[in-house]
């Protein structure tokens, strides 16, 4: 049987106890450590391989919307809150599930059924695309913004943060370009460049060189044109 990695992030000692207790009663669940706040748990997650994390949103320290944010390949994730309108916060997250406060054993078993069944289909799978039907879900300072994909015309990376470009206006946030990349739909946005991912919807057309080089034009209000990478090349030409 296999057994899946599992990290728990909870400050309240009683629920802290609690979850180990009822993870120890599922062998499917590897339990590998326990976080007392936020930057313990953010250490362990940046630095360890886990397959699945019980982590509480409100942490001392960071909070564990605050810890997403700075994962670029985060494990699956049951949130853990006492209040119930951060279940939608949680959801924009792509978490599998969450557990809200006080919850039974049965629920906790349920929360766990459903992982393992999403863990056991991705198994086989190189990666993981976990996305919002309805948008991009990003932290700009201490604002948090669902931007339909509809309006996202491409995403830039800038140094240690990456920017979301709108007819409207750019959203800065301090997640890497990969990060952003498992958050959108494939079928609908592509990386064209090391530091450039494209709304498809908003390719105009491809233009090259003399010398070989390739880029895109986009149907926005700059026009906007954008170097693409060799290996992007015949990506592109397929699409179009």
């Known amino acids: 049987m296999t057994e899946w990695r599992t990290l728990i992030v909870e ?14 009663a599922r062998p499917e669940l590897k ?3 326990v976080a007392k706040d936020g930057e313990e748990a953010l250490e362990y997650l940046q630095n360890e391989e886990f397959h699945l994390a ?4 409100n942490l001392p320290i960071r909070s564990g919307l605050d810890i997403l944010e700075k994962l670029e390949n985060p494990p699956y994730i049951i949130f853990i809150t006492a ?7 949680a959801f ?32 086989d799978k190189p990666s993981k695309n976990v996305f919002n039907e309805h948008g991009l879900f990003i932290l700009e300072k201490e604002n948090h913004f669902l931007i339909p994909y509809g309006e996202i015309i491409y995403i830039s990376s800038r140094d240690n943060f ?19 990349e498992q958050k ?4 609908k946005f592509l990386r064209i460049y090391k530091q450039y991912i494209i709304n498809l919807e908003k390719l105009s057309h491809l233009q090259s060189d003399n010398m070989g080089n390739y880029s895109v034009h986009l149907k926005d209000e700059d026009e906007t044109q954008l170097p693409v990478g060799r290996k992007y090349i015949s990506k592109i030409k397929e699409l179009l």
């Open 54 to 57: 019980f982590l509480d949103i």
């Open 92 to 123: 924009e997250f792509g978490v599998i599930d969450y557990l809200l406060k006080p919850f039974s054993k049965e629920r906790f078993f349920k929360a766990v059924d459903r992982a393992l069944e999403i863990l056991g289909n991705e198994a």
């Open 31 to 33: 339990l590998v450590k």
């Open 83 to 89: 209040l119930r309108d951060k279940a939608i916060e």
């Open 184 to 187: 959108l739909p494939p079928a």
């Open 11 to 24: 400050d309240e000692a009683p629920t802290r106890e609690l979850l180990v207790n009822y993870c120890l």
């Open 162 to 180: 990456s920017v979301v470009h709108t007819e409207k206006r750019q959203y800065v946030t301090y997640k890497s370009l990969k990060s952003l």
